[in-house]
């Protein structure tokens, strides 16, 4: 297999799984390792195999947010490797972080880095921006303190001193 077969393979390994997760698959087996781990940021955790993943992140998220489109605006993929950014639309219908059900619909940014291994995904690196969520259920995480206010003039940025 040419190193573009193999970033293509690849790929179409993460293009499965999205679809899956995007429509409520109850056997994610298929696209994952055995030895599959799943590793957040924080508030989003660490999952060390395909059950934690499914009981702690896969049907949480499915309770929270219904309705969910998976927009994957890019992948980069190498051999074994790929990466992505995008976001998921979704209708907040379950608890979330302490919100009950608000019918809102909402952007879930995110970034995503895998591996595969025997044509399933061994690692997945998640960021996802569950602050941006937050915001727009109505909870600044930052207090008012994020350094957007820098950005449209409300703050001074500090310097490094000396």
């Known amino acids: 297999m040419t190193p573009e077969q193999q970033a293509e393979a690849t790929r179409q390994v993460i293009i499965r799984m999205e679809q899956a997760l995007g429509a409520n698959s109850d056997d994610m ?7 599959f781990r799943w ?6 955790g660490t999952k060390p195999d395909l059950a934690a ?3 702690n992140w896969q049907l949480p ?3 929270a947010f219904t309705e969910r489109e998976y927009k994957t605006e890019k992948f980069i993929c190498e051999g074994e490797w790929a990466s992505c950014f995008g976001h998921i639309e979704a209708t907040h219908s379950g608890p979330f972080m302490g919100f009950e059900a608000t ?5 879930i940014p995110y970034m995503d880095f895998w591996k595969v291994k025997d044509g399933r995904i061994a690692d997945n690196w998640v960021s996802v921006d569950f602050a941006h ?3 727009q259920l109505g909870r600044d995480v930052f207090d ?19």
């Open 29 to 35: 087996a298929q696209h994952f390792h055995e030895d």
């Open 144 to 162: 008012g303190q994020g350094w957007e206010r820098f950005d449209d003039g409300s703050a001074t940025p500090p310097t490094p001193r000396g």
């Open 61 to 63: 998220l499915r309770a």
């Open 39 to 44: 590793m957040g940021n924080q508030g989003c």
């Open 103 to 107: 019918g809102k619909r909402v952007k």
């Open 53 to 55: 993943f499914r009981n």
């Open 133 to 135: 969520v937050l915001a």
